[in-house]
Protein backbone atom coordinates (compact mmCIF):
# COMPACT_ATOMS: atom_id res chain seq x y z
CA UNK A 1 0.00 0.00 0.00
CA UNK A 2 0.86 3.34 -1.19
CA UNK A 3 2.36 5.12 2.30
CA UNK A 4 0.64 9.02 2.37
CA UNK A 5 2.37 11.89 4.02
CA UNK A 6 0.65 11.41 7.48
CA UNK A 7 0.55 7.58 7.53
CA UNK A 8 5.07 8.13 7.17
CA UNK A 9 4.93 10.43 10.04
CA UNK A 10 2.51 8.46 11.99
CA UNK A 11 5.38 5.30 11.71
CA UNK A 12 8.12 7.50 11.82
CA UNK A 13 6.99 8.62 15.37
CA UNK A 14 6.18 5.47 16.91
CA UNK A 15 9.65 3.78 15.20
CA UNK A 16 11.98 6.56 15.82
CA UNK A 17 11.15 9.54 17.65
CA UNK A 18 8.39 8.62 20.57
CA UNK A 19 9.36 6.88 23.86
CA UNK A 20 8.08 2.91 23.88
CA UNK A 21 4.94 3.26 26.11
CA UNK A 22 6.17 0.32 28.04
CA UNK A 23 9.41 1.55 28.73
CA UNK A 24 8.02 5.05 29.56
CA UNK A 25 6.19 3.24 32.40
CA UNK A 26 8.95 1.19 33.85
CA UNK A 27 11.04 4.63 33.79
CA UNK A 28 8.42 6.16 36.16
CA UNK A 29 8.36 3.09 37.95
CA UNK A 30 11.84 2.94 38.76
CA UNK A 31 12.06 7.07 39.51
CA UNK A 32 9.29 6.22 42.09
CA UNK A 33 10.85 3.44 43.79
CA UNK A 34 14.29 5.76 43.34
CA UNK A 35 12.72 8.32 45.57
CA UNK A 36 11.28 6.33 47.82
CA UNK A 37 14.53 4.54 48.71
CA UNK A 38 16.22 7.79 48.86
CA UNK A 39 13.52 9.05 51.82
CA UNK A 40 15.10 6.41 53.75
CA UNK A 41 18.11 8.28 54.33
CA UNK A 42 16.44 11.02 56.42
CA UNK A 43 16.12 8.29 59.17
CA UNK A 44 20.31 8.21 59.45
CA UNK A 45 21.28 10.34 62.32
CA UNK A 46 23.79 11.90 60.35
CA UNK A 47 21.57 12.86 57.24
CA UNK A 48 19.03 16.02 56.83
CA UNK A 49 15.35 15.52 57.34
CA UNK A 50 13.36 14.97 54.11
CA UNK A 51 10.49 16.13 52.78
CA UNK A 52 8.76 13.90 49.69
CA UNK A 53 6.17 16.61 49.15
CA UNK A 54 8.85 18.75 48.48
CA UNK A 55 10.10 15.87 45.36
CA UNK A 56 9.59 17.35 42.00
CA UNK A 57 9.74 15.88 38.92
CA UNK A 58 11.06 18.34 35.45
CA UNK A 59 13.07 18.17 32.72
CA UNK A 60 11.66 16.54 29.52
CA UNK A 61 10.85 13.20 30.50
CA UNK A 62 8.76 14.82 33.20
CA UNK A 63 6.81 17.09 30.49
CA UNK A 64 7.41 13.76 27.73
CA UNK A 65 8.78 16.19 25.33
CA UNK A 66 11.17 13.42 25.50
CA UNK A 67 12.52 11.56 21.85
CA UNK A 68 14.21 8.24 21.79
CA UNK A 69 16.57 7.52 23.26
CA UNK A 70 15.62 7.28 27.27
CA UNK A 71 19.14 8.28 28.25
CA UNK A 72 18.49 10.66 31.37
CA UNK A 73 15.51 11.27 33.83
CA UNK A 74 15.52 14.09 36.18
CA UNK A 75 14.50 14.99 39.53
CA UNK A 76 14.69 17.08 42.60
CA UNK A 77 14.92 15.75 46.30
CA UNK A 78 13.09 18.12 48.37
CA UNK A 79 15.04 18.44 51.71
CA UNK A 80 12.71 19.83 54.52
CA UNK A 81 14.84 23.02 56.05
CA UNK A 82 12.85 22.74 59.45
CA UNK A 83 14.47 25.85 60.81
CA UNK A 84 16.20 26.99 58.31
CA UNK A 85 16.76 30.58 56.81
CA UNK A 86 17.38 32.04 53.66
CA UNK A 87 18.22 35.26 51.95
CA UNK A 88 19.31 36.74 48.47
CA UNK A 89 23.22 38.00 48.06
CA UNK A 90 23.86 39.46 44.45
CA UNK A 91 23.04 36.98 42.18
CA UNK A 92 22.93 33.83 44.79
CA UNK A 93 20.75 32.71 47.55
CA UNK A 94 22.22 31.93 51.13
CA UNK A 95 21.05 29.36 53.31
CA UNK A 96 21.48 29.33 57.31
CA UNK A 97 20.93 25.85 59.10
CA UNK A 98 19.72 24.75 62.48
CA UNK A 99 22.34 24.04 65.04
CA UNK A 100 21.63 20.24 64.97
CA UNK A 101 21.91 20.14 60.89
CA UNK A 102 25.56 21.94 61.25
CA UNK A 103 26.86 18.89 62.69
CA UNK A 104 26.92 16.97 59.01
CA UNK A 105 29.95 18.97 57.74
CA UNK A 106 28.06 20.50 55.24
CA UNK A 107 28.37 24.32 55.82
CA UNK A 108 31.21 26.94 55.32
CA UNK A 109 33.19 28.49 58.35
CA UNK A 110 30.95 31.83 57.72
CA UNK A 111 27.78 29.53 58.68
CA UNK A 112 26.25 29.22 55.34
CA UNK A 113 24.95 25.56 53.97
CA UNK A 114 27.58 24.94 51.01
CA UNK A 115 25.41 23.33 48.30
CA UNK A 116 28.18 21.34 46.81
CA UNK A 117 29.06 19.68 49.91
CA UNK A 118 24.92 18.97 50.37
CA UNK A 119 25.21 16.63 46.92
CA UNK A 120 28.21 14.55 48.41
CA UNK A 121 26.75 13.99 50.91
CA UNK A 122 23.97 12.72 49.17
CA UNK A 123 25.92 10.93 46.80
CA UNK A 124 27.88 9.18 49.55
CA UNK A 125 24.64 7.80 50.65
CA UNK A 126 23.53 6.57 47.23
CA UNK A 127 25.71 3.11 47.60
CA UNK A 128 22.48 1.88 49.59
CA UNK A 129 20.33 1.62 46.52
CA UNK A 130 20.03 -1.30 45.32
CA UNK A 131 22.04 -2.41 42.19
CA UNK A 132 23.95 0.86 42.73
CA UNK A 133 26.37 1.26 40.21
CA UNK A 134 27.63 4.61 40.16
CA UNK A 135 27.12 8.20 41.01
CA UNK A 136 29.12 11.16 40.41
CA UNK A 137 28.53 14.76 40.53
CA UNK A 138 27.06 16.14 37.33
CA UNK A 139 29.42 18.54 35.15
CA UNK A 140 27.41 21.13 36.24
CA UNK A 141 28.22 20.84 39.35
CA UNK A 142 24.12 21.12 40.55
CA UNK A 143 23.19 17.47 40.33
CA UNK A 144 23.87 14.51 40.83
CA UNK A 145 24.11 11.28 38.25
CA UNK A 146 23.19 8.09 39.07
CA UNK A 147 23.46 5.34 37.11
CA UNK A 148 22.09 2.17 37.95
CA UNK A 149 23.17 -1.35 36.67
CA UNK A 150 19.57 -2.37 36.18
CA UNK A 151 18.53 0.20 33.66
CA UNK A 152 19.80 1.81 30.65
CA UNK A 153 19.40 5.21 31.76
CA UNK A 154 20.89 7.78 34.40
CA UNK A 155 19.18 9.71 37.28
CA UNK A 156 20.54 13.08 37.30
CA UNK A 157 19.19 14.25 41.22
CA UNK A 158 19.55 17.63 42.49
CA UNK A 159 19.11 18.51 46.32
CA UNK A 160 15.92 21.06 46.44
CA UNK A 161 14.79 23.64 49.54
CA UNK A 162 10.88 24.62 48.88
CA UNK A 163 11.08 27.97 50.18
CA UNK A 164 7.70 30.25 52.10
CA UNK A 165 7.97 32.52 48.83
CA UNK A 166 6.58 29.30 46.88
CA UNK A 167 9.98 28.29 44.99
CA UNK A 168 12.50 26.17 45.13
CA UNK A 169 16.43 26.62 46.06
CA UNK A 170 18.67 24.73 44.30
CA UNK A 171 22.66 24.07 44.39
CA UNK A 172 23.97 27.15 41.94
CA UNK A 173 27.17 24.86 40.80
CA UNK A 174 29.34 27.22 43.25
CA UNK A 175 28.25 26.31 46.55
CA UNK A 176 25.91 28.30 46.63
CA UNK A 177 22.34 28.06 45.80
CA UNK A 178 19.74 29.55 43.48
CA UNK A 179 15.93 30.33 42.56
CA UNK A 180 13.99 28.28 39.93
CA UNK A 181 10.59 26.65 39.84
CA UNK A 182 10.13 23.64 36.66
CA UNK A 183 6.34 23.72 37.81
CA UNK A 184 5.99 26.53 35.58
CA UNK A 185 7.06 24.68 32.53
CA UNK A 186 5.41 21.70 33.40
CA UNK A 187 2.55 23.62 33.70
CA UNK A 188 3.14 25.59 30.47
CA UNK A 189 4.09 22.61 28.67
CA UNK A 190 0.63 21.15 29.18
CA UNK A 191 -1.65 23.53 28.91
CA UNK A 192 -0.34 24.32 25.33
CA UNK A 193 -0.62 20.65 24.38
CA UNK A 194 -4.33 20.71 25.29
CA UNK A 195 -4.95 23.70 23.64
CA UNK A 196 -3.49 21.95 20.43
CA UNK A 197 -5.60 18.63 21.58
CA UNK A 198 -2.39 16.86 22.05
CA UNK A 199 -0.46 17.52 19.22
CA UNK A 200 2.37 19.78 20.09
CA UNK A 201 4.07 16.98 22.08
CA UNK A 202 4.97 15.27 19.39
CA UNK A 203 5.55 18.02 16.94
CA UNK A 204 8.23 19.10 19.85
CA UNK A 205 9.88 15.91 19.67
CA UNK A 206 9.98 15.81 15.83
CA UNK A 207 11.73 18.96 15.81
CA UNK A 208 14.31 17.79 18.93
CA UNK A 209 15.05 14.72 16.47
CA UNK A 210 15.77 17.28 14.10
CA UNK A 211 18.23 19.32 15.95
CA UNK A 212 19.70 16.14 17.12
CA UNK A 213 20.77 15.29 13.79
CA UNK A 214 23.69 17.68 14.08
CA UNK A 215 23.52 19.09 10.33
CA UNK A 216 24.27 22.64 12.24
CA UNK A 217 25.13 23.71 15.54
CA UNK A 218 22.69 21.73 17.97
CA UNK A 219 20.14 24.31 19.86
CA UNK A 220 20.03 23.57 23.46
CA UNK A 221 16.41 21.41 24.19
CA UNK A 222 15.23 23.84 26.88
CA UNK A 223 15.98 26.67 24.50
CA UNK A 224 14.35 24.75 21.67
CA UNK A 225 11.09 24.04 23.61
CA UNK A 226 10.64 27.75 24.93
CA UNK A 227 10.73 28.93 21.65
CA UNK A 228 8.42 26.40 19.88
CA UNK A 229 5.84 27.32 23.03
CA UNK A 230 6.13 30.94 22.24
CA UNK A 231 5.22 30.37 19.28
CA UNK A 232 2.66 28.45 19.92
CA UNK A 233 0.60 30.63 22.80
CA UNK A 234 0.03 33.35 19.56
CA UNK A 235 -1.57 30.79 17.48
CA UNK A 236 -5.15 29.74 17.58
CA UNK A 237 -6.17 26.51 17.10
CA UNK A 238 -9.27 25.80 14.63
CA UNK A 239 -10.03 22.22 15.38
CA UNK A 240 -7.60 20.78 12.60
CA UNK A 241 -3.56 19.71 12.66
CA UNK A 242 -1.63 19.02 9.86
CA UNK A 243 1.51 17.76 11.12
CA UNK A 244 3.73 18.64 8.25
CA UNK A 245 2.65 22.51 7.51
CA UNK A 246 3.09 23.28 10.96
CA UNK A 247 6.76 21.86 10.99
CA UNK A 248 7.17 24.20 7.57
CA UNK A 249 5.90 27.02 10.66
CA UNK A 250 7.85 26.10 12.98
CA UNK A 251 10.87 25.71 11.02
CA UNK A 252 10.71 29.73 9.90
CA UNK A 253 10.26 30.38 13.41
CA UNK A 254 13.17 29.04 14.87
CA UNK A 255 15.09 30.58 12.18
CA UNK A 256 14.01 34.18 13.09
CA UNK A 257 13.67 33.41 16.97
CA UNK A 258 17.30 32.20 17.18
CA UNK A 259 19.14 35.20 15.99
CA UNK A 260 17.21 37.10 19.22
CA UNK A 261 17.45 37.04 22.58
CA UNK A 262 14.67 34.63 24.43
CA UNK A 263 13.53 35.38 27.95
CA UNK A 264 12.98 32.52 30.33
CA UNK A 265 9.19 31.94 31.04
CA UNK A 266 9.71 31.63 34.31
CA UNK A 267 11.10 35.38 34.54
CA UNK A 268 14.49 34.29 36.71
CA UNK A 269 17.29 33.81 34.38
CA UNK A 270 16.42 36.24 32.26
CA UNK A 271 18.03 35.54 28.24
CA UNK A 272 18.54 32.13 28.09
CA UNK A 273 20.03 32.31 24.25
CA UNK A 274 23.30 31.84 25.25
CA UNK A 275 24.32 31.14 21.70
CA UNK A 276 27.08 33.00 20.20
CA UNK A 277 26.71 35.21 16.72
CA UNK A 278 27.86 32.78 14.64
CA UNK A 279 26.04 30.02 16.03
CA UNK A 280 22.65 31.48 15.77
CA UNK A 281 23.11 32.94 12.35
CA UNK A 282 24.47 29.38 10.96
CA UNK A 283 21.13 28.01 12.93
CA UNK A 284 18.92 30.49 11.20
CA UNK A 285 20.55 29.55 8.07
CA UNK A 286 19.58 26.01 8.33
CA UNK A 287 16.72 26.20 9.80
CA UNK A 288 15.50 28.54 7.31
CA UNK A 289 16.34 25.87 4.17
CA UNK A 290 14.79 23.24 5.78
CA UNK A 291 11.83 25.92 6.10
CA UNK A 292 12.14 25.90 2.37
CA UNK A 293 12.04 22.06 1.72
CA UNK A 294 8.83 21.94 4.24
CA UNK A 295 7.40 24.69 2.11
CA UNK A 296 7.62 22.39 -0.70
CA UNK A 297 6.50 19.15 0.54
CA UNK A 298 3.28 20.67 1.53
CA UNK A 299 2.90 21.55 -1.65
CA UNK A 300 3.31 18.53 -3.11
CA UNK A 301 1.10 16.87 -0.55
CA UNK A 302 -1.75 19.42 -1.34
CA UNK A 303 -1.56 18.79 -5.05
CA UNK A 304 -1.36 15.11 -4.55
CA UNK A 305 2.26 13.79 -4.84
CA UNK A 306 2.56 11.89 -1.51
CA UNK A 307 5.26 10.00 -2.29
CA UNK A 308 7.47 13.30 -3.89
CA UNK A 309 6.34 15.19 -0.50
CA UNK A 310 7.63 11.75 1.53
CA UNK A 311 10.88 11.98 -0.11
CA UNK A 312 11.62 15.77 0.72
CA UNK A 313 10.94 14.65 4.20
CA UNK A 314 12.91 12.18 4.37
CA UNK A 315 16.04 14.80 2.58
CA UNK A 316 14.51 16.57 5.78
CA UNK A 317 14.71 13.97 8.88
CA UNK A 318 16.91 11.40 7.59
CA UNK A 319 16.69 7.93 5.45
CA UNK A 320 14.93 6.25 8.57
CA UNK A 321 11.79 8.57 7.75
CA UNK A 322 10.72 6.57 4.51
CA UNK A 323 11.86 2.82 6.10
Same mark, same amino acid.
Request: charge should be negative; include cysteine.
Given at each position: MVKTVNSAFRDFLN?? $?????????? @???????? !???IAEFSKDADFFDLYSGFNL??? /?????? %??????? #??LMVGFSGN?? $????????? !??? $????? %? =???????DGYLNSRKVIELLKSRLYKIS???? @???????? @?????????? +??????????TIDEFYLIPNGYGKWERTDPRIDNERTTNSNQKFDGHLLELIRLVKYLNSRKLTVTIPSYLLEVI #????????????? +? /??????? /???? =? #???????? $???? %?EIQGNIN??? +???RYNIATFFNKEAEKAGNAVLQRIIGNEQAAIDIWSNIFGEEFEK
Open positions: DE $VNLDPSQSKR @ARNSRDYL !LTNYYG /SFARKT %KKKLLDD #IDGY $VYHKEEDHY !LIS $VNDRD %K =EYGCTDDNYQK @AEMHRNMQ @AITLQLSSYP +WNFDIIPCFY #ILNYYDTQYFNGT +W /SIDDNLK /SIFR =E #IATQIRND $VADP %KTLD +WED
